[in-house]
Nanobody
């Protein structure tokens, strides 16, 4: 089992920045990759960004390219999501996820991000 705990959400004005953190514990040696997803009220959960644990290859949703950056600290077993130039449309609950193969099997509890003036 892998446990994931997110932190760093909050209220920010449009154009502002936030950094989310996701700390992993448990059977982390089996993790192949980690990702961030988000779910806005009344909408389906959507992919935001992902990173491979080994090598650090990243990919992003088109809606966040150039504004968000995903990174990892292997020693701390932590993944980060740096979010810049935030827009009201970025308002959502952000979830961290981990996978051992092709599917994301482990999920955090989520952290609320609200972008509003």
């Amino acid at each position: 089992q892998v446990q994931l705990v997110e932190s760093g959400g909050g209220l920010v004005q449009p154009g502002g920045s936030l950094r989310l953190s996701c700390a992993a514990s448990g059977r982390t040696f089996s993790v192949y990759g980690m990702a961030w997803f988000r779910q806005a009220p009344g909408k389906e959960r959507e992919f935001v960004a992902a990173i491979r644990w080994s090598g650090g290859t990243t990919n992003y949703a088109d809606s966040v390219k150039g504004r968000f950056t995903v990174s990892r600290d292997s020693a701390k077993k932590t993944v980060y999501l740096q979010m810049n130039s935030l827009k009201p449309d970025d308002t959502a609950v952000y979830y961290c996820a981990a996978r051992e193969s092709s599917e994301y099997d482990y999920w955090g509890q989520g952290t609320q991000v609200t972008v509003s003036s």
